[in-house]
């Protein structure tokens, strides 16, 4: 497949060609790793209606890009169709089995020994504290070219990646259910991205997902105050 890793998971499908149809649900993940780790994730949620791939890659080369928007090598992919049609059809069942079998497959992952990748870059440009995985993220398609990330902490016993997950869902499901009205859509005005991939997180505190700025705060401040000396002048 010709997958382009240094651009993310749309490429998956956009150069397949354009009339190539994204799957409702579907596991991404490099060669390393053996498709069998999944198929409990494929037999809990596979249904003869349901547009279900387990999609295998190669390993990426290099890229140029933030860390937190390099495509992991393991991605769980929701697309909207789930939502806007075959949840449609379906009822809320089948999005409960989903939904635990995500945080299942989440758990299974994370938690194995050695997973994360080493990453390789010009000093100061990889994070030495990054505390979200970079090998298994959770991408739901949105809206309008829109796509949120879901970026999961790296294993730790204390964390509750199941809640994390159920939450993701949730924020998804009534972003699709709601529109504008919905947090998902606050959270992408707060960014003030026009487009492409949101990252999102849960924030324990709260108990929600929010979006996650990948710039520093004070490099934030300052471009803030470059726009507002713009504005003025």
């Known amino acids: 497949r010709d997958f382009c890793l240094s651009r993310g998971l749309g490429d998956v499908y956009k150069r397949q060609g354009k009339n190539v149809q994204k799957p409702q649900v579907a596991i991404v993940h490099t060669e390393?790793?053996?498709?069998?780790?999944?198929?409990d994730f494929l037999s809990e949620v596979e249904h003869e209606n349901l547009d279900l791939q387990i999609q295998e890659t190669p390993e990426p080369g290099p890229f140029a890009t933030?860390?937190?928007?390099?495509?992991?090598?393991?991605?769980?992919?929701?697309?909207?169709?789930?939502?806007?049609?075959?949840?449609?059809?379906?009822g809320k069942d089948h999005y409960n089995a989903l939904k635990s079998s995500l945080a299942k497959l989440?758990?299974?992952?994370?938690?194995?020994?050695?997973?994360?990748?080493?990453?390789?870059?010009?000093p100061g440009k990889i994070s030495i504290d990054n505390p979200f995985s970079m090998a298994y993220s959770i991408m739901a398609e949105g809206n309008d070219g829109?796509?949120?990330?879901?970026?999961?902490?790296k294993y730790t016993p204390s964390v509750n990646y199941e809640a994390i997950v159920l939450k993701f869902m949730d924020f998804i499901a009534e972003y699709?259910?709601?529109?504008?009205?919905?947090?998902?859509?606050?959270?992408?005005?707060?960014?003030?991205?026009?487009?492409?991939?949101?990252?999102?997180?849960?924030?324990?505190?709260?108990?929600?997902?929010?979006?996650?700025?990948?710039?520093?705060l004070e490099v934030r401040a300052r471009m803030k105050v470059q726009q507002e000396n713009v504005a003025e002048s």
Request: charged share 20%.
């Open 32 to 39: 390393r790793f053996d498709s069998s780790i999944f198929e």
């Open 66 to 90: 933030v860390e937190w928007f390099i495509p992991t090598a393991i991605i769980a992919f929701i697309g909207k169709a789930y939502f806007e049609e075959f949840l449609k059809e379906m």
């Open 106 to 122: 989440t758990q299974k992952t994370i938690s194995q020994p050695r997973i994360e990748p080493v990453l390789m870059g010009t």
């Open 146 to 153: 829109y796509r949120f990330k879901l970026l999961i902490p």
């Open 176 to 216: 699709h259910t709601l529109g504008l009205t919905s947090a998902a859509s606050e959270e992408i005005s707060r960014s003030g991205a026009p487009g492409g991939t949101i990252l999102v997180s849960y924030n324990p505190e709260t108990e929600s997902i929010e979006w996650r700025d990948h710039l520093p």
